[in-house]
Each structure stands twice: as structure tokens, then as C-alpha cells.
């Protein structure tokens, strides 16, 4: 089937019947998994979607209907739907599709698609997830279970049209590979967490790296114990400090921003952070998992620096969200085709330091190195952070014992300005949210 | 990806992803002979169980932002899961089209995952009676979606007349009409129409120097529309206000081993997190749970007994029957401190030898079924709730919950306490923010040293996460005391 006809019939059908405008967003996916336990295949899932959602508006009003049924006429009842909805809906001025001076050309994604990925042999999955269990077991005889092995592929595809000129598809790969083995000393259980999520192939850490990691990970948390309640310095490794830089892009989410219900509202232009501290979402970095032509809606994708030195620079927006603050689309609407477009991060990361891990950590006398975190994290109105977190007690710049049982609790503002130390490791790990090793002056951790 | 972690929240305005809808409720969802080719095809290389699983569900969501409706949106989802079981193998594949070349298609794929050959066989499957625990007459799906968002409406206006100091009302309210057919080899063929509603607002309240403080409730479960006539918006709004304002002011929460009162409810979630899904019989089969061998074992104070049940009447988390076509159940899981049962679906069942539990639950047809509970409980004590707070001459008094998340296994578990009060003498003093509890399972519920007579139910409007699967849950405690609990907080004494 032609999709980006498909998209462009249900736009002109959509008008015929009534819109104003018309936005059609197609996605078509085939994907597949397989988990392994004790050297033999657990499940192996395989699968084909898709599915379509239909915005409209009519008169100013917002209506929003999808389906995963292609039958011309499920089209045409959705279609139906999406007009009777708008009825539903209060009419609002600002409410419309990005107009042609938001949409214009998109810029240079670089590939996104691999064809190692697509044309993965069946078997590849189940190989890959084999030996990732088979060097994690390998790596420490403590390994005496797993909670789940696993790797996976897919292939999606996203088409696009809508009224105001938009048209426009690409198509992805991922692949993955990830490991949680448990380890246990007689006395109590521990698990690790390690993988890796990439485009391509050729990206993609090895599985035997994948098991080995996971193992040590979990080998090194036994006989975790409470400290003492105290404030220390913090340091966060690279997959607990994406959590942290996720929840400075939530505060920077426009919409947070135009209802004052952020920290950042009132702070834009202000220096929050040393000027070692930049923080940028990339819609457009090169092989990233959130790369693409253009958003949810159309718009073409770009870099937005929200942090630029450690200044305030800029907040995420999508073209609804733009025009009631009076502000430009960062093209960072995020959607599937069962949703409507919301304010989302692409490529998020925090730029690298030129420390390595371990002199950030040889320069802290007394404190917590952070490897898991418990909890939603961040409240972006508030700016209060309060989470479980696991890791490993430092003495005088080594790792000594593993911490459990207890949490750690600061503010985003004053987190931000005790970064005090930002490693050389940025790292994408299992997700479209990048980080290095970071290191804040004082948290408080409660324990004993 | 999945983590080896799972966690609970509350349903937050923002959050409107699917839930599902359905046809004529009399017609079969995909004809019987057509189910029938199905199994045999699955069957095909010698598989020792297949299955199939039918859904089709219709969402719809409305959202209110800044006082207007923002948006509303309607969609279907429907697909068909094949399930061979192979030995301790699990093959596994879905189709988003119905059309029975599509379907045929995703059987064989399925059947691949036993490797003999073998001749085809035939699968007949008998309509099996199921219990009905929900009532819903008029499909949500066919409510006039101007009445859902004339609830939003009239909860704006309650959350904004409460308190001048409410600067910012979002609302939410989703509902789905999902229905599902499971035929297996067994010969079971079961249907259900499960209903599901959720009302959902969210506050921020504005005291001085720019201080903010959120509220957030709702409720909803199993029921019909008319549940907005007797839990009405207004209600659910003025809660969320009365949360956000009530917490202006609030000082730094105190970090350290304090004693703890629960107030009733929605604190259930401790409990889901602390023990519920350390007892999901895949971690138990795995041995990664810390209550994996524990069986008969004492894991918590002589007043903790836990009851996961899908049967209540309406509830969130009820089911008439699993996502295995297995009857929803009552299971007393920690009676008076030992450990008496897991919480079983079919595959980790046979494989340890043990009968389902009704338990076997999943998102959608994209997904494969795992262990889940349901409405978990904690059975009510003989302590009058006054006195459990008389008692404490300084602590903290929880009073309203966000989400909870635990590592299954080490145990470590924490529950964000969204509005929070200091004891003082067995009195509620000043509220203190970003209060966080965080335990290992066992050793929590063994310091449990009172019990309420108040059991409470949460109003409805639990989501549990596992694996990547989001289902609905219901929770609910009594009144409760903990002894020298981890809060999380940011002053050091």
C-alpha cells in the first residue's frame, strides 16, 4: 500500500467533509523480541502495526480520532469521529495546524536507517540474547539468576500530510540488547541493570560487553547496607544522571513554562549554572534514536540549546503551545498516531565535561556514587527532588561499599548551580536521553 | 525495555495514553470457525498449548487546560495475539488486521517456536459462563461525549471557587469500552466487556513569595457514568485544591528513621510495592524476588494480612476473567504475618506445578500475559484510627501519596508522600514537603505495629507498571503505624 497517498486521501476526505484543515499521521511498524532464560529461548514475540491518527479543526475547534484499522471505511468513520469531536470541543483562536512559515524545509538527519538492522537473520536475536546470559554468568559465579535477558529489533515507518502543505515520511531501525542478572551472596539478592539501544548495527555494543557490565553491576551491590543520614557530595553515574537531565527538560517544557507550573518559568536569561553546564535537545544529531525530518506535527526538527553555559537559554515547544506564549516551535511536538502532539524532548543530553569518571571521583573525600534511582524524580513545579537511590559508598576517591535503603534529596535550582564536576563519558544508554558522569557539591542522603 | 522494577502511580491529568471499545456486544468477536483454524494452525508443529486472544477497545479522552476544553479524541484499537507454549517456550505473535489471511499468518509465525512436525489436528472451544462483577448498562463508549466533558467543566469551576490561591486547574477524563475473547486448546472460549472509567485533577495553588504547591486527585473503576452522580466533579476538585493549598508553607521534611501513620486509602500502594509484586510468581519461579522459598515463612507483623482480590464489586482492578480467560480471584496471599500464597498465571503455574490464580493479566493484544495483581488490600485491625495517631508522640502523618516504585529484588521499595504532617504529642503539626519512604519489604511490614479499623479502598485510579505493561489496579489499607521507617527528606538534624 502506498501510505503517503493513503495519508494524503484521508486529508482531502477529512476537508471534503467539513475541515477547515486536516492532519493525517501514519505510522506502520513491524518489530520482534526474544527473551532467554537458563541457555534457552523464554519467548520470541513477532508482530506487524500501524495505525493512523486524523486531526481536524473546525471553526477553531480541536477534534482527534485514530485507528488501527486501514478499511476505507474505518478511514471514513474516524474521519466522522474527529468532526463530531471538534463539535465537543471549545473553540480557541490560537488552535490551528502549523501554518507553511512553521513548516518550511527540514534539515540533514544523516541516516536513520540501517539495513543490517531490516535485514536481521531470524536467528540473530536469539544468538545475541544467548550470549549476552552466557558472559554475564561467566563474568561472576554469584550470578545464580536473571530477572531477564533479552534483544530485540524494529523497523518503523511515519508518513505524513495535512492541509497546510505538510507531506513528508522516513523510516527507522533500532536494535537492542539488555541483561538483568541477579546475584546473590547467601545472604541477600541484587540486581543489575545494563543495555544498549541503537539505529545501527555497527553501533551496538557487543553482547558479551552487555552481560559482562550487568554482572558487575549487580556482583558489586551485594551486602548493600544503610549510612548515616548526612550531606555529602553526589556523584551520578551516566544512566542515573539521565534521569536528572530528563527532569530539567520536563521544567523546560513550554507548557509547564506558559502556566507558571515550572521552577524555570521566570528564570529564562538567567545564568542557573557554572559554564561548564549545556544542556541541548538535537532533533538532528547525527545516528541519534529520536532523529528525525520533522516532529509530530510536521515541523522540520533542530538543536535548541536549554542550558547554553549554564544560562537559560530556551524552553521546548510545539506550534499550539508557541502561539499562546507568544514564542517560535522548537519542533519538538512528540506523538504516536493513537495520541495528539505534545510537547516532548528529542535528543537530550548533557555535553561532556574533560574530567574522566574516576578523577571526579578521586576528588571527593566522603560521599555516594549513585548507580540506581527509585521514584518519579524531579517535580518540576516545585523543583523538589527526593528518590531511592543504590550505589556505592567513596572514601578519600575510591569505591568502597555498596549503599542501599537509603535516599537522596536536593533542589533542581540549587542542584544545578552545585554541578561541580561533569565527566568525559556522554553516553546514550538504552534511550534517547544522554548523560556523563555528574558531580554535585552536596545532597542530602537519608539513611540510618 | 523491561526493568527489574515496577511502580504504581496515580493517574496524573497529563497522562491520557489508552486505555480501549467494542461492537454489538452478541456477536461473537472474531467467528468461532475462524478461532478454531487459529489454534489448529498455532498447533501445527507440535506445540503442547496454544491460544488465542481477541481485543478490541475503544478510548476516548477529554482534556481541560486553562479552563477550556482542550481537546477531545476518541480512537480503536483492536488485534489479535497467537500464543504457542512449547515445552517452557513461548512463541508469540500479533496482527492488527483481521483479515484471515493476516491472522493465519500471525498463527504460524507463533507455531514456530515448537519444532517438530505432526499432523494437523483439530481444536473445538465450548463458550465458557463467567462471573460478572461490573455492571456498566451503558457502554461508556456510547455516552455522549459532551457529558464528559461537561464533568470537566463543572470541576474547574469547584477547583477555582475553592481557594483564591488556585492558579492553574488541568483535568482529565478517559474511559475505554474494551472487549476480549480468549479460545485456547483446552477447549475454553471466554468473553468479557471490561468498562473503565478515570477522572483525573490536577491543582496548583500559589502562596506567598511564589511559592507553589500541587494537588492531584480522582477516581473512577468499573462503573457506569452515573458514578459522576454520587463521586460528582466537584468532589474530586475540591480535593486537588484542598491538597495543594493545604500544603503551602510546608517545611523541610526532617531525614531519618522516624514512625509513620499512614492515613487510609490510597496509601494501599505501599503494600502493592512493599510485598504485592515481590509475590508475581515469574520472579518467584526465577528466584529473583526476596520472597522467592519463603512459603509458609513469617515475613511480616502478626497484623498484616494482604489479600489481592478481582473480584470486588466495580473495582478498578477487577476482572471477570484474566487476560488467560481464567475466572478473576480472591487470594489471601499474607494471613497474620506468613506467607501463604503467589499470585500465579497460567504459564508459571504448570511450569511450578501449582493452579492459576486468575492472575495472568496484560495491556493489550500486543502483549504476552505475566502475573499482576488486581485490588490488593490490607485487611483491617482493631485499633481506632484516633488513637493509632494519639499514640505517636512525634512522627510523621502521611496523608495524601504519589507513586511508589520497588526493586524486586533487593526488596527496596519508596513511596512519595505528596502531603505530609509532622506529629507532634499525638497531634497533627505543620506539613512538610518532599517527604519520601523508602524500605526493604519485609522489614517494613514487620515493623508494623498498628492496624486500623478503617479499611478504605482507593477511589480509583491506580496505574501499575511491569515490564513495559500498564494495567489498572485498585489498592487500599486502613489506617496504619510503621516504626522507624527512612524518610527521605532534605534537613539533617
Known amino acids: 500500500m502506498d501510505y503517503q497517498q493513503l495519508a494524503k486521501k484521508i486529508v482531502q476526505r477529512a476537508k471534503k467533509k467539513g475541515a477547515q484543515q486536516a492532519e493525517a499521521f501514519l505510522e506502520v511498524g513491524r518489530q520482534g523480541s526474544v527473551r532467554v532464560h537458563e541457555g534457552q529461548i523464554e519467548d520470541l514475540t513477532q508482530s506487524t502495526s500501524k495505525g493512523v ?20 471505511a474505518a478511514l471514513d468513520h474516524i474521519i466522522d469521529l474527529a468532526l463530531k469531536l471538534a463539535g465537543a470541543a471549545a473553540p480557541n483562536k490560537l488552535n490551528g495546524l502549523p501554518s507553511g512559515k512553521d513548516l518550511g524545509r527540514f534539515g540533514d538527519t544523516g541516516l536513520l536507517f540501517d539495513t543490517k538492522v531490516s535485514e536481521l537473520p531470524g536467528d540473530w536475536k536469539i544468538k545475541a540474547a544467548l550470549e549476552v546470559e552466557k558472559a554475564a554468568r561467566a563474568e561472576d559465579s554469584r550470578v545464580v539468576a536473571f530477572n531477564a535477558v533479552g534483544a530485540g529489533d524494529f523497523v518503523s515507518e ?61 556482583v558489586r551491590m551485594l551486602g548493600a547496607k544503610r549510612v548515616k543520614t548526612q550531606q555529602v557530595p553526589v556523584v551520578l553515574d551516566p544512566l542515573v544522571a539521565s534521569n536528572f537531565v530528563s527532569d530539567l527538560a520536563a521544567a523546560a517544557n513550554g507548557n509547564a513554562v506558559y502556566q507558571q507550573a515550572s521552577v524555570l518559568a521566570p528564570l529564562k ?74 510537547i516532548g524532548a528529542t535528543n537530550l543530553y548533557l555535553e561532556a565535561g574533560t574530567k574522566s569518571p574516576e578523577e571526579l571521583l578521586r576528588e571527593v573525600d566522603s560521599g555516594f556514587y549513585v548507580t540506581a534511582l527509585l521514584g518519579q524524580g524531579t517535580d518540576p513545579v516545585t523543583g523538589e527532588l527526593s528518590a531511592g537511590a543504590n550505589g556505592l559508598w567513596i572514601e578519600k576517591g575510591e569505591l568502597t561499599h555498596p549503599v542501599q535503603e537509603v535516599t537522596v534529596a536536593g533542589n533542581l535550582l540549587q542542584m544545578l548551580q552545585d554541578v561541580d564536576g561533569i565527566g568525559s563519558d556522554l553516553q546514550f544508554r538504552g534511550g534517547s536521553v544522554g548523560a556523563p558522569t555528574v558531580r554535585f557539591r552536596q545532597l542530602t542522603v537519608s539513611g540510618e | 525495555m523491561p526493568r527489574a522494577s515496577a511502580s504504581t502511580r496515580r493517574a496524573s491529568a497529563a497522562q491520557l495514553a489508552p486505555p480501549v471499545a467494542r461492537g454489538p456486544s452478541s456477536a461473537p468477536l472474531l467467528p468461532q470457525p475462524l478461532v478454531e483454524r487459529l489454534l489448529a494452525v498455532a498447533m501445527e508443529r507440535g506445540g503442547d498449548f496454544a491460544e488465542v486472544y481477541v481485543e478490541r477497545t475503544l478510548t476516548t479522552a477529554v482534556m481541560l487546560e486553562e479552563s477550556r476544553i482542550k481537546s477531545a479524541q476518541t480512537g480503536l484499537i483492536q488485534g489479535v495475539g497467537v500464543r504457542v507454549i512449547s515445552g517452557a517456550k513461548v512463541g508469540y505473535a500479533y496482527s492488527d488486521d483481521w483479515d484471515e489471511p493476516a491472522l493465519v499468518r500471525a498463527a504460524s509465525t507463533a507455531a514456530m517456536i515448537a519444532q517438530g512436525g505432526g499432523a494437523e489436528r483439530s481444536f473445538p472451544v465450548r463458550r465458557a459462563a463467567v462471573p460478572s462483577h461490573y455492571h456498566v448498562a451503558t457502554p461508556l463508549m456510547d455516552v455522549d461525549v459532551a457529558l464528559k466533558t461537561g464533568l470537566l467543566s463543572r470541576a474547574d469551576k469547584a477547583a ?123 520472579f518467584i519461579r526465577k528466584g529473583t524476588s526476596l520472597f522467592a522459598g519463603k512459603l509458609g515463612q513469617k515475613v511480616a507483623s502478626d497484623l498484616v494480612t494482604v489479600i489481592d482480590d478481582g473480584t470486588v464489586s466495580s473495582g478498578r482492578g477487577s476482572i471477570n476473567i484474566d487476560d488467560e480467560g481464567n475466572p478473576g480471584e480472591r487470594k489471601v496471599l499474607i494471613e497474620n504475618g506468613v506467607l501463604k500464597n503467589y499470585l500465579y498465571d497460567g504459564l508459571n503455574a504448570k511450569l511450578m506445578n501449582q493452579r492459576t490464580t486468575g492472575s495472568g493479566r496484560r495491556e493489550s493484544f500486543k502483549h504476552l500475559p505475566l502475573p499482576r495483581m488486581t485490588n490488593t488490600f ?116
Open chain 1, 53 to 72: 491518527g486524523v486531526r481536524v479543526l473546525v471553526k477553531g475547534r480541536l477534534g482527534f480520532a485514530y485507528t488501527s484499522d486501514f478499511e476505507p
Open chain 1, 158 to 218: 511515519v508518513y505524513m500530510a495535512s492541509t497546510e502543505g505538510m507531506t513528508g515520511a522516513y523510516s527507522g531501525t533500532y536494535v537492542f540488547l539488555y541483561a538483568m542478572p541477579v546475584a546473590s551472596d547467601g545472604k541477600g539478592l541484587q540486581t543489575g541493570y545494563w543495555v544498549d539501544y541503537k539505529r545501527f548495527l555497527d553501533d551496538l555494543d557487543s553482547p558479551e560487553s552487555i552481560g559482562r557490565e550487568a554482572t558487575r553491576r549487580a
Open chain 1, 269 to 342: 536569561g538567567k545564568r542557573l549554572a557554572g559554564p561548564h553546564v549545556t544542556l541541548v535537545d538535537d532533533g538532528l544529531l547525527p545516528r541519534g534514536l529520536a532523529t528525525a525530518p520533522f516532529d509530530g506535527e510536521g515541523v522540520p526538527t533542530r538543536r535548541t540549546p536549554i542550558l547554553d553555559k549554564g544560562v537559560l537559554s530556551g524552553f521546548l515547544y510545539d506550534a499550539f503551545t508557541a502561539r499562546k506564549a507568544k514564542a517560535r516551535t522548537t519542533g519538538n511536538a512528540s506523538r504516536g498516531y493513537n495520541a495528539l502532539p505534545s
Open chain 2, 160 to 282: 477555582r471557587a475553592f481557594d483564591a490561591r488556585v492558579k492553574q486547574v488541568n483535568a482529565s477524563y478517559v474511559d475505554q469500552t474494551r472487549r476480549i475473547a480468549v479460545a485456547n486448546t483446552e477447549g475454553r472460549y471466554t468473553e468479557d466487556t471490561q468498562d473503565l472509567c478515570r477522572m483525573a485533577v490536577q491543582v496548583v495553588a500559589q502562596g506567598k513569595n511564589g511559592e507553589q504547591r500541587t494537588g492531584m486527585f480522582g477516581g473512577g473503576g468499573r462503573v457506569s457514568f452515573t458514578h459522576w452522580d454520587t463521586f460528582p466533579p466537584e468532589h474530586v476538585a475540591r480535593e486537588a485544591a484542598r491538597q495543594a493549598v493545604a500544603t503551602l508553607g510546608a517545611v523541610d521534611c526532617a531525614a531519618g528513621p522516624q514512625t509513620v501513620v499512614l492515613a487510609p486509602g490510597w496509601s494501599g500502594i505501599l503494600l502493592h510495592e512493599a510485598v504485592g509484586h515481590g509475590l508475581e510468581a515469574d
Open chain 2, 378 to 493: 490490607l485487611a483491617p485491625g482493631d485499633h481506632a484510627p484516633e488513637d493509632i495517631l494519639k499514640e505517636v508522640k512525634r512522627g510523621l502523618y502521611c496523608a495524601t501519596f504519589g507513586g511508589g516504585q520497588v526493586d524486586i529484588t533487593n526488596g527496596n521499595f519508596v513511596f512519595e508522600v505528596s502531603e505530609a504532617y509532622q506529629i507532634e504529642d499525638g497531634k497533627l503539626g505543620r506539613p512538610v514537603k518532599n517527604a519520601m519512604l523508602i524500605g526493604v519489604g519485609p522489614e517494613a511490614l514487620k515493623n508494623v505495629t498498628r492496624v486500623g479499623t478503617d479499611p478504605m479502598p482507593d477511589p480509583g485510579m491506580g496505574v501499575c507498571m511491569k515490564d513495559g505493561q500498564m494495567l489498572p489496579v485498585g489498592v487500599g489499607l486502613p489506617t496504619l503505624r510503621i516504626d522507624n521507617v527512612t524518610v527521605g527528606g532534605t534537613k539533617v538534624a
